[in-house]
């Protein structure tokens, strides 16, 4: 709990340090959390929660500092007119390693060098099925 002397000289608690900020600082805060940290942080109350949802810049400069998220594939969604938040969340982790195998990003490697590091993830055996399915239709 942060208390604050209002301009009558009283004193109030305030539980929400991030918007009780100019909104230019809470932002460098956030954009100093990685994708994951940045969605606990917006579980955390309404106010976060739509502070952090409805800021797209927000989005893009996580989206350019993480190092989970292939940046062709969100160029691609951004193309398609799709919100900052939207294709990071599409791209980051497992969604964005199933949706690389979905679009064949992996298929017909020359050598062990072109597999990339991160091209697995636990997945479900219809996802499986369906990448499976796009590979042979190829």
């Not at 791209?91 to 979905?102: E, F, L, V």
């Not at 990003?105 to 993830?121: A, G, H, L, T, V």
Request: include cysteine; proline fraction near 5%; charge should be negative.
């Amino acid at each position: 709990m942060v208390h604050m002397k209002g301009s009558g000289g009283q004193v109030s608690a305030v539980t929400d340090a991030i918007t009780c900020l100019p909104p230019e600082m809470g932002l460098a805060v956030l954009e100093q959390l990685d994708v994951p940290s940045l969605c606990r942080a917006a579980q955390t109350c309404s106010s976060w929660c739509e502070f952090i949802s409805d800021t797209d810049w927000l989005w893009k400069k996580v989206c350019q500092n993480c190092q989970d998220v292939d940046p062709k594939l969100v160029e691609m969604d951004r193309a398609d007119g799709l919100p900052w938040k939207v294709a990071v969340m599409r791209n980051y982790g497992a969604k964005g390693i199933q949706r690389q195998w979905r679009l064949g990003f992996f298929s017909r490697p020359s050598s062990y060098e072109d597999i990339p590091d991160r091209c697995m993830c636990e997945m479900d055996a219809d996802t499986w099925g369906e990448i499976l399915q796009l590979e042979l239709d190829r």
